[in-house]
Antibody
Framework: EVQLVESGGDLVQPGGSLRLSCAASGFTFSTFAMYWIRQAPGKGLEYVSA????????DYANSVKGRFTISRDNSKNTLYLQMGSLRPEDMAVYYC?????????WGQGTLVTVSS | EIVLTQSPGTLSLSPGERTTLSCRAS???????LAWYQQKPGQAPRLLIY???SRATGIPDRFSGSGSGTDFTLTISRLEPEDFAVYYC?????????FGQGTKVEIK
Protein backbone atom coordinates (compact mmCIF):
# COMPACT_ATOMS: atom_id res chain seq x y z
CA GLU A 1 0.00 0.00 0.00
CA VAL A 2 1.32 3.43 -0.96
CA GLN A 3 1.88 5.68 2.04
CA LEU A 4 3.07 9.26 2.19
CA VAL A 5 3.43 10.70 5.67
CA GLU A 6 4.24 14.38 6.11
CA SER A 7 5.78 15.84 9.24
CA GLY A 8 7.41 19.00 10.46
CA GLY A 9 4.46 21.36 10.42
CA ASP A 10 4.48 23.83 13.29
CA LEU A 11 3.74 27.35 14.46
CA VAL A 12 6.44 29.72 13.23
CA GLN A 13 6.83 33.50 13.35
CA PRO A 14 6.83 35.60 10.18
CA GLY A 15 10.31 35.61 8.72
CA GLY A 16 11.10 32.25 10.25
CA SER A 17 12.13 28.94 8.73
CA LEU A 18 10.80 25.41 8.79
CA ARG A 19 11.63 22.09 7.17
CA LEU A 20 8.91 19.67 6.16
CA SER A 21 9.52 15.98 5.52
CA CYS A 22 7.52 13.37 3.67
CA ALA A 23 8.29 9.70 4.31
CA ALA A 24 7.28 7.38 1.49
CA SER A 25 6.60 3.65 1.51
CA GLY A 26 4.79 1.02 -0.53
CA PHE A 27 6.28 2.03 -3.89
CA THR A 28 9.66 2.53 -5.53
CA PHE A 29 10.30 6.08 -4.38
CA SER A 30 13.25 6.71 -6.69
CA THR A 31 11.11 6.16 -9.80
CA PHE A 32 8.52 8.83 -9.02
CA ALA A 33 8.69 12.60 -9.30
CA MET A 34 7.57 14.24 -6.07
CA TYR A 35 5.61 17.36 -5.31
CA TRP A 36 4.43 19.73 -2.60
CA ILE A 37 0.95 21.21 -2.82
CA ARG A 38 -0.62 23.44 -0.18
CA GLN A 39 -4.09 24.48 0.89
CA ALA A 40 -4.74 27.55 2.98
CA PRO A 41 -7.60 27.24 5.49
CA GLY A 42 -10.91 27.18 3.63
CA LYS A 43 -9.22 27.77 0.28
CA GLY A 44 -8.32 25.80 -2.83
CA LEU A 45 -5.25 23.84 -3.80
CA GLU A 46 -2.01 25.59 -4.74
CA TYR A 47 0.96 23.91 -6.40
CA VAL A 48 4.19 24.69 -4.55
CA SER A 49 7.10 22.70 -5.96
CA ALA A 50 8.26 19.63 -7.86
CA UNK A 51 11.43 17.54 -8.03
CA UNK A 52 12.48 14.95 -10.57
CA UNK A 53 13.27 11.34 -9.74
CA UNK A 54 16.98 11.91 -9.15
CA UNK A 55 16.64 15.46 -7.88
CA UNK A 56 18.40 17.20 -10.74
CA UNK A 57 15.35 19.14 -11.89
CA UNK A 58 13.25 21.30 -9.58
CA ASP A 59 10.36 23.66 -10.14
CA TYR A 60 8.64 26.24 -7.97
CA ALA A 61 5.54 28.35 -7.94
CA ASN A 62 6.31 32.04 -8.35
CA SER A 63 4.93 32.68 -4.86
CA VAL A 64 7.68 30.62 -3.18
CA LYS A 65 10.59 30.91 -5.62
CA GLY A 66 13.76 31.99 -3.84
CA ARG A 67 12.33 31.22 -0.39
CA PHE A 68 11.58 27.48 -0.53
CA THR A 69 13.88 24.60 -1.55
CA ILE A 70 12.70 21.13 -2.44
CA SER A 71 15.02 18.13 -2.10
CA ARG A 72 14.88 14.38 -1.76
CA ASP A 73 16.93 11.52 -0.35
CA ASN A 74 16.24 8.39 -2.34
CA SER A 75 18.27 6.29 0.10
CA LYS A 76 15.83 7.28 2.84
CA ASN A 77 12.66 7.40 0.70
CA THR A 78 12.09 10.92 1.96
CA LEU A 79 11.08 14.23 0.40
CA TYR A 80 11.85 17.58 1.99
CA LEU A 81 10.73 21.17 1.74
CA GLN A 82 12.96 23.80 3.33
CA MET A 83 10.90 26.93 3.83
CA GLY A 84 12.42 30.30 4.65
CA SER A 85 11.31 33.92 5.02
CA LEU A 86 7.87 32.63 5.90
CA ARG A 87 4.91 34.94 5.47
CA PRO A 88 1.38 34.82 6.90
CA GLU A 89 0.13 33.85 3.45
CA ASP A 90 2.27 30.69 3.60
CA MET A 91 0.01 29.34 6.31
CA ALA A 92 -1.60 26.17 4.98
CA VAL A 93 -1.81 22.42 5.08
CA TYR A 94 1.12 21.15 3.05
CA TYR A 95 0.61 17.92 1.14
CA CYS A 96 3.28 15.85 -0.51
CA UNK A 97 2.33 13.92 -3.60
CA UNK A 98 3.91 11.38 -5.93
CA UNK A 99 3.42 10.82 -9.64
CA UNK A 100 5.16 11.02 -12.97
CA UNK A 101 2.95 13.66 -14.51
CA UNK A 102 -0.10 14.04 -12.31
CA UNK A 103 -0.45 13.75 -8.54
CA UNK A 104 -1.30 10.07 -8.27
CA UNK A 105 -0.72 9.60 -4.56
CA TRP A 106 -1.18 12.08 -1.71
CA GLY A 107 -0.27 12.24 1.95
CA GLN A 108 -2.65 13.52 4.61
CA GLY A 109 -0.84 16.81 5.02
CA THR A 110 0.94 18.75 7.74
CA LEU A 111 -0.20 22.15 9.02
CA VAL A 112 2.10 25.14 8.90
CA THR A 113 0.94 28.15 10.89
CA VAL A 114 2.71 31.49 10.41
CA SER A 115 1.82 33.94 13.11
CA SER A 116 3.42 36.16 15.72
CA GLU B 1 1.25 31.05 -15.92
CA ILE B 2 -1.90 29.31 -17.14
CA VAL B 3 -5.04 30.30 -15.26
CA LEU B 4 -7.80 27.72 -14.92
CA THR B 5 -11.34 28.98 -14.32
CA GLN B 6 -13.91 26.50 -13.05
CA SER B 7 -17.66 26.97 -13.24
CA PRO B 8 -19.98 27.02 -11.55
CA GLY B 9 -18.62 27.67 -8.08
CA THR B 10 -21.27 25.53 -6.43
CA LEU B 11 -23.78 22.98 -7.68
CA SER B 12 -26.75 21.91 -5.56
CA LEU B 13 -27.96 18.54 -6.76
CA SER B 14 -29.75 15.40 -5.66
CA PRO B 15 -28.41 11.84 -5.67
CA GLY B 16 -29.05 10.16 -9.00
CA GLU B 17 -28.74 13.35 -11.03
CA ARG B 18 -26.25 13.88 -13.83
CA THR B 19 -23.88 16.85 -13.69
CA THR B 20 -21.19 18.53 -15.76
CA LEU B 21 -18.39 20.66 -14.34
CA SER B 22 -16.46 23.08 -16.52
CA CYS B 23 -12.80 24.08 -16.55
CA ARG B 24 -11.52 26.73 -18.94
CA ALA B 25 -7.83 27.46 -19.48
CA SER B 26 -6.37 30.89 -20.26
CA UNK B 27 -4.34 29.31 -23.07
CA UNK B 28 -4.42 26.04 -24.96
CA UNK B 29 -3.13 23.05 -23.01
CA UNK B 30 -0.52 20.98 -24.77
CA UNK B 31 -1.52 17.36 -25.35
CA UNK B 32 -4.60 17.75 -23.15
CA UNK B 33 -2.49 17.72 -20.00
CA LEU B 34 -5.46 18.25 -17.73
CA ALA B 35 -6.41 16.32 -14.60
CA TRP B 36 -9.37 16.32 -12.23
CA TYR B 37 -9.25 15.70 -8.48
CA GLN B 38 -11.93 15.12 -5.86
CA GLN B 39 -11.57 16.35 -2.30
CA LYS B 40 -13.85 15.56 0.60
CA PRO B 41 -13.80 17.53 3.88
CA GLY B 42 -10.79 16.70 6.03
CA GLN B 43 -9.25 14.47 3.37
CA ALA B 44 -6.47 14.76 0.84
CA PRO B 45 -7.46 15.14 -2.79
CA ARG B 46 -7.83 12.04 -4.97
CA LEU B 47 -6.93 11.78 -8.65
CA LEU B 48 -9.95 11.04 -10.82
CA ILE B 49 -8.99 11.85 -14.42
CA TYR B 50 -5.73 12.51 -16.25
CA UNK B 51 -4.98 13.32 -19.87
CA UNK B 52 -8.37 15.04 -19.95
CA UNK B 53 -10.29 11.78 -20.36
CA SER B 54 -8.46 8.80 -18.82
CA ARG B 55 -9.82 7.49 -15.54
CA ALA B 56 -7.31 6.84 -12.78
CA THR B 57 -7.05 3.40 -11.23
CA GLY B 58 -10.14 2.41 -9.28
CA ILE B 59 -12.29 5.34 -10.38
CA PRO B 60 -15.89 4.33 -11.21
CA ASP B 61 -17.04 4.70 -14.79
CA ARG B 62 -19.74 7.18 -13.81
CA PHE B 63 -16.90 9.73 -13.88
CA SER B 64 -15.81 10.85 -17.33
CA GLY B 65 -13.69 13.67 -18.67
CA SER B 66 -13.60 15.34 -22.03
CA GLY B 67 -12.31 18.38 -23.85
CA SER B 68 -9.22 19.77 -25.50
CA GLY B 69 -7.50 23.06 -26.11
CA THR B 70 -8.94 25.45 -23.55
CA ASP B 71 -12.28 23.86 -22.63
CA PHE B 72 -12.65 20.77 -20.50
CA THR B 73 -15.48 19.07 -18.64
CA LEU B 74 -15.94 16.49 -15.92
CA THR B 75 -19.22 14.60 -16.05
CA ILE B 76 -20.70 12.50 -13.28
CA SER B 77 -23.41 10.44 -14.90
CA ARG B 78 -25.35 9.56 -11.77
CA LEU B 79 -24.45 11.16 -8.45
CA GLU B 80 -23.87 8.79 -5.57
CA PRO B 81 -23.93 10.04 -1.96
CA GLU B 82 -20.13 9.73 -1.77
CA ASP B 83 -19.67 12.04 -4.79
CA PHE B 84 -20.65 15.20 -2.93
CA ALA B 85 -17.32 16.94 -2.63
CA VAL B 86 -15.14 19.66 -4.15
CA TYR B 87 -13.66 19.05 -7.59
CA TYR B 88 -10.50 20.69 -8.91
CA CYS B 89 -9.04 20.74 -12.39
CA UNK B 90 -5.28 21.03 -12.79
CA UNK B 91 -2.98 21.51 -15.77
CA UNK B 92 0.42 19.85 -15.96
CA UNK B 93 1.58 20.78 -19.44
CA UNK B 94 3.13 24.09 -18.53
CA UNK B 95 5.29 25.29 -15.66
CA UNK B 96 4.17 26.13 -13.08
CA UNK B 97 1.41 23.57 -12.72
CA UNK B 98 -1.82 25.30 -11.72
CA PHE B 99 -5.20 24.39 -10.25
CA GLY B 100 -8.64 25.79 -10.83
CA GLN B 101 -10.40 27.32 -7.85
CA GLY B 102 -12.72 24.35 -7.43
CA THR B 103 -16.40 23.48 -7.87
CA LYS B 104 -18.35 22.33 -4.84
CA VAL B 105 -21.02 19.72 -5.50
CA GLU B 106 -23.43 19.80 -2.59
CA ILE B 107 -26.58 17.93 -1.68
CA LYS B 108 -29.75 19.80 -2.54
Amino acid sequence: EVQLVESGGDLVQPGGSLRLSCAASGFTFSTFAMYWIRQAPGKGLEYVSAISTNGDITDYANSVKGRFTISRDNSKNTLYLQMGSLRPEDMAVYYCAAGNAVFDYWGQGTLVTVSS
Amino acid sequence: EIVLTQSPGTLSLSPGERTTLSCRASQSLSSSYLAWYQQKPGQAPRLLIYGASSRATGIPDRFSGSGSGTDFTLTISRLEPEDFAVYYCQQYGSSPRTFGQGTKVEIK
